[in-house]
């Protein structure tokens, strides 16, 4: 059978084993829908369904639905399906007639499309075969030609170039003889010499026999018994002869025959010399046998001659001619006995170098099959044309499998129609269940999307008066407070910076669940945001003692591309976690550590103890083991590590980052629901210290979407360990990307100041000195690690390398104030480097540890982060820049020259906004105009203008920010057109969007209508100015 036959067969057993499945499944569901709506209220369901819930609500639900669906479609649903059916009834009939001729003309149609398939089939074999044979005995032909070709090398080499010559009749008869296995299509080989008619007399005597004319034979054919040589007549007088001199025993009665004298084979002879490749005789009656065959002729040399000789050249050249005689008739017979399906096909060869009168060479006359195929022949002579013709013996038989195939499709098709006769009625009842499903689906999505758009709403609504409150709140913190109002305010932002937290959290939530969530593109700086998150959680970590320290390989790029943002959010969520269960605990010893590497450099490492209760961590307190955290990873697991990380691409960053504490740990009933959204490990902590229970949820759903995974392990009393993986592409500076792309929150460390500074750090435990060296290394510093203060003493005195900066560990300064002095006092004696002590907290730090007259360390309070390292070595050191005082806070004078000279617009109709704006503008020197509608801002901004910059609402009465951008920038347009240019670069002012949506459709649109930022409310002051700064290069 046909694969054909099979995938028709396949389809139509399908269709009717799917037909009666869908009558049960449709069935099954009409009656639980039926029954939830009470439409049966017989004894099997009556008495539950009011205790039901489901996907429609409650009973009374359920109920208030079958009225109304009854009162309005009811009525005509029914006389629609009474109307059908009475149509059904008197129709079916024709339409069943209808339904077989259609299926008659199908099946007819499969019959011939089967039919000439396999008559197509057949054509292709007959084809095969020719072919077949057409190329095996033009390969024996070939085979016979070369040793031919090689005997005429023979002779050139054994007789002409040698004197005497080493081949005689004998020699040659022998010869030929024996090596007549290698030529086996051929009946003999002769070899004719060159003779001039100068030369004829003295060759005669030479070789005993008169030279003999070749058509005498042509004339009158002879039979071997009444052959004589003696008969012949000597050839007539010519330019030159070519008689044979030598011949094999088979045709040595052509000894003496002048080859020239023939007119056949005068001109094949000539055209063997010309071209010097093996030339054909058209197919003649051989001498003796009268079967037909041909002559190969081949050309003999003096010597050998390149391959572009001319035909002159060639002329001159020839010694002689060496030809083969091929039986064509026997050549095909022994052909056709090797193949097996001989008998199968007709095999005729004819020569068609004249295509009008073709010659016969080999075959029948017996009919066979009307269908034949012709195989071109290649015997290397291109003047002389031959093909070989094939057919089949036998008439193609009836072609039964089209038959069967053809038959059974129709019988199945009737089936099919008979069984769609008793069961049309269940196939519109499951129709009707399919809509109504459908309907059910586009309320589910209207729900979610009003859902969405009342969270936008609500959103857009919070933050505006937010805005004002926050704002107001940091223009208040910039007036004259005593330490008590300062208190007030600083919980009165805190307050405020919570609501919008839990804000944005609630809309992540909203995007996630509706699958609308979006990540970024841009290049950031990764260690740039782990000293911001550091910065964010350093106030809460020196409060309660708590250690913070951040680690980041030297193996991970400076700049990667991604969404910062978004990733800022997950480490922020993770180490929030930490802080919480540190507060919860009320304890105040350990750390949160959070490493960043690549998962390439830990993908060895995937052996998982039992449990760590090593001390050898960053505060000394056992932690979690962090190989436990990722050993359900798909990028560790063996059937392939690093799985779906792995990627012959260099572009791609593979980050594995992991957030260590030493908290209180989770208990391991609330371990299983850890990332479910809105549980928390204990409700106390919500109440106490804020959450809503869905920062893990929503990193979860962040980490996925960085193609990533995220685990941990948490052992209670302990501590808990976070890792996640996340997939970036390389952002370094010779990538396109990332010459293309600003560069985000990139602090300048201004390495080159301390570029070869030898620093020592004096640390006990490995891991936190790793740490410091870390940072300092960001700085371009050269450090050492010891682990006291003796070891750093004997490397200060008697190092090679000059220490200037020595940085001591709290623990070590305060282990014994005796070895603290003295470490002072001796590196006195040396050029003194500056002492530097590293402390959780200035309360912690003993004032006292050295004698009054000792210099005092430089007190340095962690966490540590590069921006604040070079600042305070800046100052200590006297080097550098002291202006670049990035997380470091500023005297309001010194931020009155950053938008100094600069005239910003700001468009808002709210005046509470508008009044925040302003003030957060000049607090940095810049001269603000607010105005408080859209039209008022394009007449303020029609060319020629004064202003730098524009702060536009987005939502605004009569005219919103979007219009109001469009027509300011076709204004700009137009008037660069008229300035001649075409060029509005110049006119165009840079529009920024500040808004309480923070969707990504508004941030979409704002680029759309021609903005060139985007700021959400609330907004700082700071990020007003950022997002401005990026206009004006020397700010």
């Known amino acids: 059978m046909s694969l054909l036959h099979v995938v028709g067969f396949g389809l139509k057993v399908g269709h009717l084993l799917w037909v009666p499945c869908c ?11 039926n029954c939830n709506l009470g439409i049966n209220h017989n004894h099997n369901c009556s008495n539950n369904n009011k205790w039901k819930m489901g996907f429609l609500g409650d009973y009374d639900g359920k109920v208030w639905l079958n009225n109304w669906w009854e009162k309005n479609l009811g009525n005509t649903c029914k006389q629609y399906y009474y109307k059908y059916n009475s149509l059904r009834r008197s129709w079916w009939r024709k339409l069943w007639h209808a339904y077989v001729v259609f299926w008659i003309v199908i099946s007819s149609s499969r019959f011939l499309h089967m039919s000439s ?11 095969s075969l020719c072919d077949e044979r057409a190329r095996m005995l033009q390969d024996q032909f070939n085979v016979s030609m070369n040793h031919i070709q090689a005997m005429s090398i023979l002779i050139s080499t054994f007789h002409h170039a040698m004197d005497p010559s080493a081949i005689d009749q004998k020699t040659f008869a022998r010869y030929t003889e024996r090596t007549a296995f290698e030529r086996p299509l051929t009946s003999g080989v002769a070899y004719a010499v060159r003779v001039l008619h100068s030369e004829r007399e003295q060759f005669e005597k030479q070789q005993g026999w008169t030279i003999k004319r070749m058509d005498t034979l042509e004339q009158n054919p002879v039979q071997e018994d009444d052959f004589a040589l003696e008969a012949l007549e000597p050839s007539p007088i010519q330019e030159e002869y070519a008689p044979v001199i030598f011949a094999q025993e088979t045709i040595k009665h052509v000894i003496s025959v002048d080859v020239l004298s023939g007119k056949e084979d005068r001109q094949n002879v000539l055209r063997a010399r010309e071209s010097g490749k093996g030339v054909l005789t058209a197919p003649f009656r051989l001498l003796k046998t009268n079967r037909l065959g041909v002559i190969l002729t081949f050309a003999v040399y003096k010597k050998e001659l390149p391959s572009n000789a001319t035909p002159d050249e060639r002329i001159q050249a020839t010694d002689g001619y060496l030809g083969g005689v091929f039986d064509i008739e026997s050549l095909v017979e022994k052909l056709l006995q090797q193949l097996a399906s001989k008998q199968s096909v007709i095999v005729n060869v004819y020569d068609t170098t004249n295509h009008t009168d073709p010659i016969a060479m080999y075959g029948s006359d017996v009919l066979g099959d009307e269908f034949y195929h012709v195989s071109t022949l290649n015997f290397g002579d291109p003047f002389r044309k031959h093909e070989m013709h094939c057919r089949f013996k036998q008439k193609p038989p009836w072609p039964w499998e089209a038959i069967h195939s053809s038959v059974g499709m129709l019988v199945i098709a009737v089936l099919i129609g008979y069984i769609l ?10 129709e009707d269940n399919y809509n109504e499903q459908m309907e059910l689906k586009k309320r589910a999505q209207a729900a979610d999307v009003a859902k969405s758009q009342f969270l936008a709403t609500v959103s857009h609504e919070i933050r505006t008066p937010m805005n004002g409150v926050l704002g107001m709140l940091n223009m208040l913190m910039d007036t004259d407070l005593d330490v008590t ?5 600083r919980t009165a932002q805190g307050s405020g910076k919570a609501l919008v937290s839990l804000i944005n959290e609630v809309l992540d939530q909203a995007k996630i669940d509706s699958g609308k969530l979006e990540l970024e593109a841009v290049v950031f700086d990764l260690r740039a945001i782990l000293d911001d998150v550091l910065l964010l959680f350093s106030e809460k970590s020196q409060g309660k003692g708590v250690e913070l320290a951040v680690y980041v390989s030297d193996k991970v790029p400076e700049q990667l591309i991604g969404d910062p943002g978004r990733f800022r959010q997950i480490i922020t969520n993770l180490m929030g976690n930490s802080i919480k269960l540190f507060v919860w605990q009320f304890t105040e010893k350990g750390h949160i550590f959070v490493t960043i590497h690549l998962v390439e450099e830990v993908v060895h490492s995937i052996e998982v103890e039992p449990q760590s209760t090593s001390k050898d961590t960053l505060s000394g307190y056992p932690v979690a083991d962090i190989r436990r955290s990722w050993e359900g990873f798909k990028a560790f697991s063996q059937e392939g590590p690093l799985g779906s990380f792995s990627s012959p691409s260099s572009e791609l960053v593979n980050l594995i980052v992991s957030v260590e504490d030493t908290g209180v740990g989770i208990p391991l009933e609330a371990q299983s629901r850890i990332f479910t959204p809105f549980m928390q490990v204990d409700p106390s902590i919500s109440r106490k210290h804020g959450g809503t229970g869905i920062g893990l949820s929503i990193s979860k759903c962040l980490v996925g979407r960085m193609n990533g995974e995220i685990g941990f392990v948490s052992i209670p009393n302990i ?3 976070f890792t996640f993986t996340a997939v970036f592409t390389n ?12 560069i985000n929150n990139q602090p300048h460390l201004a390495s080159s100041e301390f570029h070869g500074t030898n620093a020592l750090v004096i640390d006990p435990r490995p891991i936190r000195a790793k740490v410091s060296r870390y940072h300092l290394q960001r700085l371009d510093i050269r450090v050492e690690l010891v682990s006291d203060l003796d070891q750093g003493l004997s490397l200060i005195t008697n190092g090679n390398s000059a220490i200037s900066i020595v940085f001591i560990e709290q623990e070590v300064w305060d282990r014994d104030s005796s070895i603290s002095s003295h470490f002072v006092n001796n590196t006195r004696k040396v050029d003194p480097p500056k002492l530097f002590i590293l402390v959780n907290s200035n309360s912690s730090f003993r ?12 007190v340095i309070t962690k966490p540590l982060k590069a921006s604040m390292l070079a600042v305070t070595l800046q100052r200590a050191m006297g080097v550098g820049n002291r202006g670049n005082t990035r997380n470091v806070e500023l005297p309001s004078l010194s931020l009155q020259h950053l938008l100094r000279g600069r005239r910003i617009l700001v468009v808002d109709d709210n005046s509470v906004n508008r009044t925040v704006a302003a003030g957060a503008l000049k607090k940095y020197g810049a001269d603000v105009v607010c105005v408080s509608s859209g039209k008022d801002a394009i007449s303020k901004l029609k060319p020629p203008h004064q202003f730098d910059a524009c702060f536009m609402d987005i939502q605004m009465p009569e005219m919103d920010g979007f219009e109001a951008t469009r027509r300011i920038r076709e204004l700009e347009h137009m008037a660069s057109i008229e300035d001649g240019d075409g060029n509005n670069s110049k006119l165009r002012v840079p529009i920024l969007a500040m808004t309480a949506d923070v969707m990504q459709a508004t941030n979409e649109e704002c680029l759309k209508s021609g903005m060139d930022g985007y700021v959400s409310k609330p907004f700082e002051a700071e990020q007003l100015y950022r997002e401005v700064s990026r206009f004006f290069p020397t700010s």
């Open 847 to 858: 004032a006292s540890s050295v004698n009054s007259g000792d210099p005092f360390p430089v």
């Open 117 to 127: 398939e396999a008559t197509e089939k057949r054509k292709e074999s007959l084809v």
């Open 23 to 33: 009558l049960i499944v449709s069935f099954i569901y009409l009656n639980w829908f």
């Open 485 to 489: 109002q300062q208190e007030y305010v």
């Open 719 to 721: 501590g808990s360990t």
């Open 421 to 430: 006769y008793a069961t049309v009625n269940r196939m519109f009842i499951s």
């Open 731 to 742: 952002g370094s500076p010779n990538s396109k990307e990332g010459r293309t792309q600003q």
